[in-house]
């Protein structure tokens, strides 16, 4: 599985920006699919990430950093995964990399199998 991430940039606080992340090569029926951060100086961690069941059911999660922020949503059919961040803060300037795992929820670096390379987020005050 190859991931694809894209759409950092610079952005003003209070801003939005929204991330993309492109899956190719093996696709899974269920899945998680989401996002961690690393800020300078600090280590990866986690953001937001959806889980599909193979079906049409899908629950969403997120760090209680981003909640009522950030807004994670996915596109099966174009197997890519989308992070909406708005109302940006100086402190989510960081590389943003996407991460995967084939059936079980990704809340900790150890339970991600995939990642994207990153993608730079800065939020300037």
């Known amino acids: 599985v190859q991931l694809q991430a894209s759409g950092g940039g610079l952005v003003q606080a209070g801003?939005?920006?929204?991330?993309s992340c492109a899956a190719s090569g093996?696709?899974?029926?269920?899945?998680?699919?989401g996002w961690f951060r690393q800020?300078?100086?600090?280590?990866?961690?986690f953001v937001a990430a959806i889980n599909w069941d193979g079906g049409y059911?899908?629950?969403?999660?997120?760090?209680?950093?981003?909640?009522?922020?950030?807004?994670?949503?996915s596109d099966n059919a174009k197997k890519t995964v989308?992070?909406?961040?708005?109302?940006?803060?100086?402190e989510d300037?960081?590389?943003?990399?996407?991460?995967?795992?084939?059936n079980r929820e990704i809340r900790r670096l150890e339970?991600?199998?995939?990642?994207?390379?990153?993608?730079?987020?800065t939020v300037s005050s």
């Open 57 to 73: 059911t899908y629950y969403t999660y997120y760090a209680d950093s981003v909640k009522g922020r950030f807004t994670i949503s």
């Open 82 to 90: 989308y992070l909406q961040m708005n109302s940006l803060k100086p």
């Open 93 to 102: 300037t960081a590389v943003y990399y996407c991460a995967m795992h084939p």
């Open 15 to 19: 801003g939005s920006l929204r991330l």
């Open 26 to 33: 093996r696709t899974f029926s269920s899945y998680a699919m």
């Open 111 to 121: 339970d991600v199998r995939y990642w994207s390379q990153g993608t730079l987020v």
């Open 39 to 45: 800020a300078p100086g600090k280590e990866r961690e």
